[in-house]
């Protein structure tokens, strides 16, 4: 099976277990979804073009994998210039592939809204009958599995270019780790899919404004222990934080005083600010669709 | 006089309306249509990425994303040498840094603003068929992120010197090299910019990423941010067919004077010869500019994409 065939397959899965033997498709009326079962549609249906229209165009090859790296890497030789130690190297490689799925929950989770809103389709995700809440969640998921390959290739390209070396401590918590940090990552990406589409035409510039800040205040290229005790504990909210935090921990056990919390603790706060952000965007989209419908302005285009 | 848009003559003009307003109004302007298209395009740019975001939040936005992208390296290199802001390198990251800022924005400039118009606003038809110099209002377009970038420039200079100390005096400053280098600088990466503008025209998928990935490339081959000594040899060439690297360096030099001194990758040049080289990068740029844009536009038409949304 081939990388573009791939998605197809995982979504006519989910749809057609959910609802009926595909050859029915055709002669049948549609089946009446609800509940668990259409939520489960639509997201797969909203996850469906984000992962087959990256792979449509084979310069992907190009845009997803060399290009990404070129950035990464000249943070890589500022490292080398200044004589660092080879540790510091992985980390830039490791935040470099970070900074995909930040970018991606920036300009593909929190704008998108707002961008669907502009070319219509907000007005037709409302009167379709999936909830927004499945929408969001499959652009999480497609925005997941489209980012995954930028930073995979960040990491297997950098690693092998630069010589980077790993000692995973345990490989299941570095898993566990990841996904629960990208849980709470693409959680915060949901609310801020309702603030930003409420900013209106702001979104463009609040996304523009959260990206390199976000890159320092998260320590993607340095330890973020080195912006002290109280910053560190500050920025903390931002799942990449800690997450990042956690995983270099386990990647890189060569030095034990470099993680600023313990990986268990960081673990424990990542999951309660998945579940944080999850409930609460939930409670936004909920606020911001039923305040859009009584003012009549929530699809309106010219904010 | 010439009012902009429909706002009607009585009322009173936001600044930059009537700056642009008393341009047109020149002789040699008003008969040139390349010279009308450019004014015009770059004050709508200019509303686009001032006056239709918050004033509160441009101003952070404006400050906030140099600052944030130079304190990275400040801590990186803190980190790893204890702080040692005092050492030449650091002056050497630092300023590299912050003119590279102007670097990202005139190579993207262009791109975003076909992106724009084209995506978002979705006046590429009307624009293509306007009595203008579409040609003239792709540079003026991007003339508004120059703006930008330049006052954010100076923001993170100003902060380098005032927090870190950086050895920049306004009395020490080669205002010439500094002038010169950086306006034949700035039109060798506009014409970079419009080709990059005018390939954007006929890409479906992975349009945003294209002036980013050049500016990326810059960052890591044009020496921004560490000599290019330290790039493996093999891909240092690449560096030296840039017109960033040789900009960075005079700038650099006009800057710190001495204390550029010693990690001037192009030390065996003399300031003339930056210059000579940066003027012809600049009269090829802006003649390959031309000639990718004739060639993109008429591939564009050709092919339909002119218009073309593909909200991806």
């Known amino acids: ?303 | 006089m010439t009012s902009i848009g429909n706002t009607p003559e009585t009322a009173r003009l936001p600044l930059t309306a009537e700056i642009a307003g008393r341009l047109l109004d020149l002789p040699v302007v008003r008969d040139k249509k390349s010279l009308r298209s450019f004014i015009t395009a770059a004050w709508l740019g200019w509303q686009i990425e001032s006056n239709w975001a918050d004033p509160f939040l441009f101003a952070i936005y404006s400050i906030a994303r140099p600052i944030a992208s130079v304190l990275i390296l400040v801590v990186m290199y803190s980190v790893i040498t204890n702080g040692a802001t005092d050492q030449p390198i650091f002056a050497y990251i630092y300023t590299g840094n912050a003119l590279y800022i102007l670097v990202g924005m005139v190579i993207t400039g262009v791109s975003w603003a076909v992106i724009d118009d084209r995506e978002h606003y979705r006046t590429s038809a009307q624009l293509h068929t306007a009595p203008i110099s579409h040609f003239s209002y792709l540079y003026g377009r991007g003339v508004a992120r120059l703006v930008v970038g330049s006052v954010s420039v100076l923001i993170t200079l100003v902060f380098g010197v005032i927090v870190f100390d950086l050895p920049i005096q306004l009395s020490t400053i080669d205002w010439p090299l500094l002038g010169l280098s950086t306006g034949l600088g700035v039109l060798s990466l506009a014409g970079m910019g419009l080709m990059m503008g005018s390939l954007t025209m006929m890409m479906a998928r992975h349009f945003w990423s294209l002036g980013e990935a050049v500016a990326g490339s810059l960052y890591l081959f044009s020496g921004a941010i560490f000599p290019l000594e330290t790039l493996p040899s093999a891909v240092r060439w690449i560096g030296f067919a840039l017109p960033a690297t040789y900009w960075l360096e005079a700038a650099r030099r006009a800057l710190l004077g001495p204390d550029a001194a010693g990690f001037q990758t192009l030390a065996h040049l003399t300031n003339g010869q930056l210059n000579t080289i940066l003027a012809v990068f600049t009269v090829v740029l802006l003649a390959s500019s031309l000639y990718v844009y004739r060639w993109s536009l008429a591939r564009a038409k050709e092919k339909g994409l002119i218009d073309m949304e593909t909200t991806y």
């Open chain 1, 1 to 303: 099976m081939t990388a573009s065939h791939a998605p197809d397959a995982v979504v006519e899965r989910a749809v057609s277990v959910t609802t009926r033997p595909r050859a029915s498709v055709m002669t049948e009326p549609a089946a009446k979804l609800d509940g668990a079962r259409l939520f489960w549609v639509t997201m797969w249906a909203r996850a469906y073009p984000r992962m087959v229209g990256a792979y449509r165009e084979r310069s992907w090859m190009v845009f997803d994998t060399i290009l990404p790296l070129l950035g990464v890497a000249a943070y890589v030789f500022v490292y080398r210039a200044i004589d660092a130690p080879q540790d510091y190297i992985g980390f830039v490689i490791v935040g470099g592939a970070m900074t995909a799925f930040w970018l991606n929950v920036l300009w593909g989770m929190a704008s998108q809204l707002y961008w669907d809103k502009d070319a219509g389709n907000l007005e037709l995700y409302i009167a379709s009958p999936g909830p927004l809440m499945a929408i969001l969640l499959g652009m999480a998921v497609g925005g997941l599995v489209m980012t995954g390959t930028r930073a995979t290739a960040i990491i297997v390209l950098g690693s092998w270019l630069f010589d980077v070396n790993y000692s995973a401590g345990s490989l299941v918590l570095l898993v566990v780790t990841f996904a629960a940090t990208m849980a709470a990552l693409y959680g915060m990406g949901m609310l801020f899919a309702s603030v930003f589409l409420a900013a209106g035409r702001e979104a463009w510039h609040l996304s523009n404004m959260l990206q390199e800040p976000v890159y320092l205040a998260s320590g993607f290229y340095f330890p973020v222990k080195a912006l002290g005790v109280a910053v560190a504990t500050f920025v903390s909210v931002i799942p990449l934080t800690l997450g990042l935090d956690a995983m270099r921990q386990l990647l890189f056990t060569d030095d034990p005083n470099l993680g600023f919390l313990p990986v268990a603790t960081e673990l424990a706060i990542i999951t309660v600010l998945a579940a944080v952000f999850l409930v609460a965007a939930y409670y936004m989209l909920d606020r911001l669709e039923q305040r859009g419908r009584r003012n009549g302005r929530l699809t309106e285009r010219r904010r």
